[in-house]
Nanobody, 121 residues
């Protein structure tokens, strides 16, 4: 069983910072592209960042210049450093990854359970 688990969410003041983590675990052969999405109530799920195994990154327009994704392939972990947070950043943040399970021939897409980020004064 492959599992993605996010951590690091919480309540923060506008202008503050948070660092999210997501670790992939279980019966894994390889972890490829990893992504961060977010979804606020009443809004469509939005891509925040996409990072390939080699570290190439694409960001959503709304977070460019404020958020930074990174990964540690030895730990099967992806991070999201969020700075200058705004109330509009309030959302559930989800980890997503393309993972090849042990014994599998193709990668499959997995989701984490999400972690709540609330930006409020």
């Amino acid at each position: 069983q492959v599992q993605l688990v996010e951590s690091g969410g919480g309540l923060v003041l506008p202008g503050g910072s948070l660092r999210l983590s997501c670790v992939a675990s279980g019966s894994i052969s390889g972890v490829y592209t990893m992504r961060w999405y977010r979804q606020a109530p009443g809004k469509q799920r939005e891509l925040v960042a996409d990072i390939t195994y080699g570290g190439s990154i694409q960001y959503g327009d709304s977070v460019k210049g404020r958020f930074a994704a990174s990964r540690d392939n030895a730990k099967d972990t992806v991070y999201l450093q969020m700075t200058n947070l705004k109330p509009d950043d309030t959302a559930v943040y989800y980890c997503n990854a393309d993972v090849r399970p042990q014994g599998g021939t193709r990668s499959e897409n997995y989701w984490g359970q999400g972690t709540q980020v609330t930006v409020s004064s």
